[in-house]
């Protein structure tokens, strides 16, 4: 099943400039998903992030990868549609090339385990089949008016 970028909004409150996917080209409900986010050089974080040296901030390379936990995870349980994944950790993440104006971000997503709301996660960015940054994600789902 692909998720394209307009159906998003189903899944997460995000919007511009905050909304780090693209769209979701594969998911399968509590195992896996895949994102994409195109990387261009109209970004809005370019200018002020190494200027003369475009490079995409880790911590929205993160972000991005936590969005597409955030849409699998309510993907995987309609019941929880309009609630909100809320970080509850990052572990063992690792930076291992930049990501720069260009790059297509394949943000790959597996469940290691689903306890009532809390959820773990393997993530992984790539690009061109490299690695980029990898890690460890733990997240919470919460009702959003609490």
């Not at 307009?6 to 896996?32: M, N, T």
């Not at 790059?103 to 290691?112: A, G, Q």
Request: glycine fraction near 6%; proline fraction near 7%; include cysteine.
């Amino acid at each position: 099943m692909v998720i394209e970028h307009h159906e998003l909004y189903k899944y997460i409150p995000h919007r511009h400039p905050f909304l780090l996917v693209d769209r979701i080209v594969e998911i399968e409900s509590f195992k896996r998903a895949v994102g994409i986010k195109n990387v261009t050089g109209s970004e809005y974080f370019f200018p002020g992030h190494f200027p003369g040296l475009p490079i995409m901030p880790g911590v929205l390379i993160i972000e991005a990868l936590a969005q597409t936990a955030a849409i699998l995870s309510i993907y995987s349980t309609p019941e929880n549609e309009g609630s909100i994944l809320y970080f509850a950790g990052i572990d063992k993440v690792r930076f291992k090339k930049p990501v720069v104006p260009g790059d297509v971000l394949r943000l790959n997503i597996n469940v290691d385990k689903v306890k009532k709301r809390l959820w773990k996660v393997k993530a992984q960015a790539m690009v061109d089949g490299e690695i980029v940054c990898a890690g460890d994600m733990t997240a919470m789902i919460s009702p959003r008016d609490k």
